[in-house]
């Protein structure tokens, strides 16, 4: 009969830099993308002048806060799908005897 109380992984764990390459990368990517899609459609300078005028944005500057943007909010979207994939065994363990 197989013992349950051992805790077993589903896989062995990964190194830090892996993980967080594994969610940095392909953020990276799609901010690299959604930024130059994004941009081919809106300038910059329209877009200060809409939101805050009165700060002295230069076109690059506005390019730059977008990409970090970008890659903020795609950065987050890996870092849930990476949290929501974790092996469960790693943190189902069982119970205490009473």
Do not use: K
């Not at 109380?5 to 830090?16: G, I, V």
């Not at 870092?79 to 092996?87: A, E, G, H, Q």
């Amino acid at each position: 009969m197989p013992d349950y109380t051992a805790p077993r992984f589903d896989h062995p764990p990964r190194p830090l830099a892996q993980r967080l390459g594994a969610i940095l990368w392909p953020s990276f990517f799609t901010a690299c993308v959604c930024t130059m899609v994004f941009f081919a459609y809106i300038d910059p300078l329209g877009l200060r002048d809409m939101t805050f005028p009165e700060l002295p944005l230069t076109r690059v500057l506005g390019y730059s806060i977008g990409f970090f943007m970008f890659w903020l909010a795609t950065a987050a979207s890996s870092l849930f799908t990476w949290i929501l994939l974790r092996p469960s065994s790693r943190f189902n363990r069982p119970l205490p005897p009473e």
